[in-house]
Every structure is written in structure tokens, then in C-alpha cells.
């Protein structure tokens, strides 16, 4: 799995609107700004967000997106998978994308392959937007 630098942008964005819950909203030359994105792709990349329920949009001057959810009820998996796709390192063991090899009953690779993407999998499923804020607030303090 290569995370895309649209999930990055995701990602950036989701954390840097998760570390200021405030009851505002942040509009996209802002986040655009403080996290160097280009904002005509930012503006792609936060309408994904806020289609998946993630964000609420608000237009106007005081307009922007806010989260829709808690930080804590929002898997990190399910952001990677909403933007990337499967997490799976090689399409034959994809849960989701699964793409039938001719060799797969007798690959010896495949079965590591399965394992890593189950850890992967574990790891961002059990990690939520409210642990990534935290890990990032604790980097920019210390």
C-alpha cells in the first residue's frame, strides 16, 4: 500500500480541523495555507470528506467544513479507504479489489502478502482521527 497525496491531503486536513473542534468552520484558503495544498485541489479532496459524512460544509462568509463526527468515531482506515481505496499491498489478496491470479493456490508469497495487509488494516482500524490529533499535538509541543 502507497498512500496517494490526495489521502495525505486528506489526512493533513482532517487532522488540522480535528486539532481545532471549535464550533467554527474552516474555509479551504485557510487550510489550504496552513497545510500547502493547492486549494482547487483541496476544495476535490474536502467535498470527498464531506459526501462521506465525515465534514459539514457551510457556505458564506463564515462558511467553510468542520467535522461531522467525533475524532473519535472516525477509523483512520476508513479515510485511507474512502480516498485510496483497498489497503492491500497486490490486488490478489484485496478484500475489497480482489483481482484473481492464476498462481494463487500455490504462490508462497501471497499468504505474507495477506498478513500485511492485515496489519495494515488492523493498525488503521484501530487507530481513529482523535489518536492521529493527539500524536500531532504531541509532535508540535515537543
Known amino acids: 500500500m502507497r498512500m496517494s497525496r490526495k489521502c495525505d491531503y486528506a489526512l ?4 488540522l480541523i480535528g486539532l481545532d473542534p ?27 470528506l464531506k459526501n462521506a459524512g465525515i465534514l459539514s460544509a457551510k457556505s458564506g ?5 468542520r ?15 474512502l480516498i485510496d481505496g483497498p489497503v ?18 500455490i504462490c508462497g508469497l501471497r499468504p505474507v502478502l495477506a498478513e500485511v495487509r492485515d496489519a495494515i488494516a488492523k ?8 489518536d492521529v490529533c493527539r500524536k500531532a499535538s504531541a509532535a508540535k509541543s515537543g
Not at 477509523?75 to 485511507?80: E, G, K, N, R, W
Not at 493498525?123 to 482523535?130: E, K, R, S, V
Open 22 to 48: 471549535h464550533d467554527g468552520y474552516h474555509n479551504i484558503a485557510e487550510i489550504a495555507q496552513a497545510e500547502d495544498i493547492p486549494p482547487k485541489y483541496l476544495e476535490q479532496v474536502l467535498l470527498a
Open 123 to 130: 493498525i488503521l482500524g484501530d487507530m481513529t482521527l482523535a
Open 88 to 105: 492491500a499491498p497486490a490486488r490478489c489478496v484485496s478484500r475489497t479489489a480482489h483481482e484473481k491470479c492464476p498462481r494463487e493456490s
Open 12 to 15: 493533513r486536513s482532517l487532522i
Open 61 to 65: 462568509p463564515n462558511g467553510g467544513y
Open 67 to 81: 467535522l461531522q463526527k467525533d475524532p473519535a468515531e472516525i477509523p483512520v482506515l476508513d479515510i485511507v479507504r
